[in-house]
């Protein structure tokens, strides 16, 4: 699929970029040579008459991504929540781009359901609604069951998404390759990564199953959570292009008032929706990323009901208790203990001072303890340790950043409930819990017990195991460097062959 068939996605994206005026922007961003910058924009200039116009009043980039569709501006979406990739400047002006689409009639999404579960829509359901909601993906509908009269959600895939996605995807790809090969300074960057990571998003969103299984995996980590529900997936009827929950009846978290209205206590419900999140990255290492207001649902009993499990987060066991002993220290302003907590994990190179890294996390600590209780925020206290911590030479980690930026999210939602909410107050028992539960004298046992049943498992093999391990170990070599899908050369003739182009047009032109 990759291939020069795609010439022409090329030339419309670099002619809307350079129109919109998001090519510059985009260069800087990936820190192109002078000479790189000026050979690209030479050559995309003539053709900016070609490129889409987009929405004069966004900003540069959203405009050009707005203007060439779903993929564009999903990526640029998951472009919004890696500011360690786009700078933090650009990642907030990228959350502007909304995926409202409008929807497709409902007899289009019937005949999904139909080829999908490979029954009548009349035979399954007793009503099946106009759209209630429609994004660049998916769109959802309401039903009623026949056999129950119960009542569900049912997700459906726009017919040929899969494809359109490919497709551009794929233009990605180009560009970034293109990126590698003329713009190494851009290393920082890796284009291609980028790419990859954005890649592995948009797939797990384009399978409905795989949001089912995430639906079903969070439902039996939280089944005891008090004040939180999920709606049930109903397997029979779901597959990959299409999804059906129990439907959940309750006030959108973005109606504050009429949440109030309907007597819930704002100031509980705060508290409640900040600690399940924190729960749930720290208890289960499972939690759903993409919290913001229209996503959760106030049930009229109280509860909170979180939708939409197509971006889940997750984070390792010893990750999470690395973060928990930090945020401890935080809590306990106790700089020093987090600054050996990183040493200790080998996050900060251990040749590093771990006095002046102690001081600096005073720096990012005590202003932030400084403030009003309103004030404080964790997702800022996280994104200045990864600031402090990336000076000290750790390497970023994506859950973290995913983690971070919920956390962003959490605290927004939390604060329309209750904008006088202390997050640390409410944060803190959670951390304390879980530092309780995972760190102490019952963890340790809890461990030993694990690695007992795994070594007891491995028990015939672990001497071949050790031999090839060691064996491996002395055999060890650098690791073979990476293969570019385009290589420079390609380039050169592709840049060729336009430069050859213009020529010809101005040539006829005068
Ligand atoms: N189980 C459900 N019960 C009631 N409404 C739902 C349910 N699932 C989704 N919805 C409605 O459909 C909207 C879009 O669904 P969502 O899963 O968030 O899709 P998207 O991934 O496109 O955001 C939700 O904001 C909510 O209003
Ligand atoms: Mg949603």
């Known amino acids: 699929m990759r291939g020069p068939h795609n010439i022409w996605r090329l030339i419309r994206t670099g002619a809307t970029l350079e129109r919109t005026g998001a090519m510059p922007v985009l260069l800087d961003a990936v820190e192109a040579p002078r000479l790189t910058r000026m050979a690209i924009r030479g050559l995309v200039w003539p053709f900016q008459w070609l490129g889409l116009k987009g929405d004069e009043t966004l900003p540069p980039v959203p405009r050009a991504l707005q203007a060439m569709g779903p993929a564009y501006i999903k990526f640029g979406q998951v472009l919004s929540t890696r500011p360690d990739v786009v700078g933090s400047g650009l990642a907030v002006e990228l959350r502007v781009l909304q995926d409202k689409l409008p929807p497709f009639p409902v007899e289009v999404a019937k005949a999904e359901v139909e080829k999908e ?3 009548p829509v009349d035979a399954l359901f007793s009503m099946f609604s106009e759209p209630v909601a429609a994004a660049s993906i998916a769109q959802v509908h309401q039903a009623q069951l026949r056999e129950s009269g119960d009542f569900v959600a049912v ?3 726009r017919p040929g998404i899969e494809r359109a996605f490919q497709r551009d995807i794929d233009t990605f790809y180009l560009i970034a390759s293109f990126l590698d090969a003329v713009s190494p300074s851009s290393r920082r960057l890796k284009p291609l990564d980028v790419i990859e990571h954005f ?21 039996a980590n939280t089944e005891t959570d008090k004040g939180f529900t999920l709606p049930r997936v109903r397997w029979a009827l779901s597959a990959r292009r299409v999804m059906t929950l129990d439907w959940a009846e309750g006030i959108n978290a973005a109606e504050v008032e009429a949440i109030a209205a309907a007597g819930h206590d704002m100031t509980q419900l705060a508290q409640r929706v900040l600690q399940l999140f924190l729960k749930h990255a720290l208890r289960d290492g499972f939690f759903h990323a993409d919290m913001h207001h229209g996503n959760l649902k106030i049930a009229p009993n109280g509860d909170i009901i979180a939708l939409d499990f197509g971006i889940m987060g997750h984070l390792d066991e010893y990750t999470r208790r690395v973060y928990a002993e930090i945020l401890f220290g935080f809590i306990q302003r106790d700089y020093m203990r987090v ?55 750790m390497e970023t980690r ?31 028992p959670v951390v304390e819990t879980y530092i309780a539960d995972s760190i102490g004298p019952r963890a340790m046992i809890a461990d030993l017990q694990r690695t007992a049943r795994v070594l007891g498992r491995f028990g015939p093999r672990l001497p071949a195991l050790a031999e090839s391990a060691l064996i491996r170990l002395s055999e060890e ?8 899908p385009w290589p420079a050369v390609g380039w050169m003739a592709v840049g060729a062959g336009l430069a050859t182009a213009v020529a010809a047009v101005i040539a006829g032109i005068a």
């Open 155 to 157: 997700k459906v895939l």
């Open 398 to 428: 994506t859950e973290l950043i995913l983690l971070q930026r919920t956390m962003v999210v959490v605290e927004g939602v939390a604060r329309t409930f209750d904008p006088r909410m202390n997050i640390w107050d409410a944060a803190k």
């Open 199 to 219: 890649e592995g998003v948009v797939l797990g969103e384009l399978d409905l199953r795989l949001e089912s299984a995430s639906a079903s995996e969070f439902a």
């Open 477 to 484: 070599r650098d690791p073979a460097p990476r293969a570019r």
């Open 117 to 119: 579960l490979g029954r």
């Open 339 to 393: 600054a050996e907590v990183h040493f200790e994990a080998g996050y900060v190179p251990a040749d590093r001072d771990v006095n002046a890294f102690a001081r600096a996390l005073r720096a990012v600590g005590e202003p932030i303890f400084g403030m009003n209780a309103e004030q404080i925020s964790m997702a800022r206290l996280l994104s200045y340790l990864f600031e402090v911590t990336e000076r000290f030479g």
